[in-house]
């Protein structure tokens, strides 16, 4: 799939699976709705990005923008993946 350049700064896109962790596509260039597939679920979303060449992290928690994410939330805040596992910042 050929991604066409839209702007200077591209933002990292997320997958989160059924069965856990998280696919991270950081892509070189701006993704638009125009240019992505349209996908019907979050499956089909992950298999999209793994295409895409996302990297897959089993943990998370692994992923500097997952903790970014987290850290960025309210403390009282949860954050649950499809799967439903809570997605608690590292106290590492």
């Not at 793994?50 to 850290?71: D, H, K, T, W």
Request: glycine share 6%.
């Amino acid at each position: 799939m050929d991604l066409k350049p839209t702007a200077q700064v591209a933002a990292t896109i997320f997958g989160w699976p059924a069965a856990g962790g998280v696919w991270v596509l950081r892509p070189t260039t701006v993704p638009t709705r125009d240019n992505l597939p349209v996908t019907t679920d979050m499956e089909e979303h992950c298999a999209i990005l793994e295409s895409l060449g996302a990297i897959f992290y089993q943990n998370p928690n692994e992923c500097e923008e997952v903790r970014q994410m987290m850290e960025s939330l309210p403390r009282n805040h949860e954050l649950r993946t499809s799967a439903g596992n809570n997605l608690a910042p590292s106290s590492g």
